[in-house]
């Protein structure tokens, strides 16, 4: 595995074995590794000639200053299980790698509604930083295929939207959600539980099926609103619970029984803010 610091010198050496017709995976991460960036980084070497992985903690991203500064930071693990992993190449830049221009003189991107439904609406700014940080890396990796995670449901959407209006030559493809046994999605984020509200959190979980295995054509304020209360009860407080379109994140009032749907909620137990959704599949 080689590690790189400099953009100039791994754009350089990927150019190299791009030219010789290798085709370059990419899996961009913020480091504190868990076993859904691995799944990433092994759909990538299962599909790709040569696996990226970058390992920046983006602090364009994080809206709120004392969130950025508690995100946990485990570099000597995360190499080590990247490589364990396979991956061929680890780009760790520091911030004038990123932001060559400085923190202030940055890039502001187009986002429509996804920037201020869910996500965009309860943590302003954070797309932007993420399409900041993201078009940056694409430039420097130039990767053939972009692997993310479907936990970022919105995320993906909004990375999606910004290959689209830079028609950047990337395929992005969403990987499926890891979870623990308990059903919590894995995140960065559950390093910072407690073990009695790791079990708590599988309550989001066990919430989203409930929406999934309940829900019915027709108003879907009930059923929106048992869910909130079911997340309140087992003791969090909560961000949003929607149900949205699947291919546009619309949030949908009144089901028509047939459009495809996914619920995203955003809670907090304690100060540790998770995310989750869950497509719903129907006949
Ligand atoms: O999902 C993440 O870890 C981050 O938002 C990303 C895509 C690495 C950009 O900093």
């Given at each position: 595995m080689i590690l790189f610091k400099e953009a100039a010198a791994l754009s350089g050496y990927l150019e190299k074995q791009q030219k010789k017709g290798v085709s370059i995976g990419f899996v961009p991460t913020m480091g504190a590794l868990h076993q859904g960036h691995i799944t990433l980084v092994t759909a990538s070497t299962e599909n790709t000639g040569l696996t990226v992985c970058s390992i920046f903690v983006n602090p364009?991203?994080?809206?709120?200053p004392a969130d950025f500064k508690k995100y946990p930071i485990t570099i000597e693990k995360d190499l080590k299980m990247l490589s364990d992993a396979g991956a061929d190449v680890v780009f760790l830049p520091d911030v004038k790698e990123i932001y060559p221009d400085g923190l202030e003189k940055v890039r502001t991107y187009s986002l429509g509604h996804l920037e201020t439904i869910l996500e965009g609406k309860y943590r302003p700014g954070h797309f932007q930083g993420v399409c900041q940080v993201v078009h940056r890396l694409l430039e420097i990796v130039s990767p053939d295929i972009l692997f993310m995670g479907q936990k970022d449901y919105q995320q993906c959407m909004v990375v999606q939207h910004l290959i689209d209006l830079y028609a950047i030559p990337t395929r992005l493809v969403k990987c499926s959600t890891i979870r623990e046994e308990s059903g919590l999605a894995m995140s960065s984020?559950?390093?910072?539980?407690?073990d009695t509200e790791r079990q708590k959190a599988a309550e989001i979980y066990r919430t989203l099926q409930y929406v999934e295995q309940s829900i019915l054509p027709g108003d879907l304020a009930d059923i929106k609103g048992k869910a909130i209360d079911r997340l309140i009860n087992a003791g969090f407080r909560v961000d949003y619970l929607e149900i949205c379109d699947?291919?546009?994140?619309?949030?949908?009032?009144?089901?028509?029984?047939?459009s495809p749907l996914v619920t995203l909620t955003a809670a907090f137990l304690g100060d540790v803010r998770l995310i989750d959704n869950l497509v719903i599949i129907h006949s």
């Open positions: 364009t991203q994080f809206n709120d984020r559950n390093m910072r539980l407690s699947a291919n546009n994140l619309n949030i949908i009032e009144t089901w028509d029984g047939k």
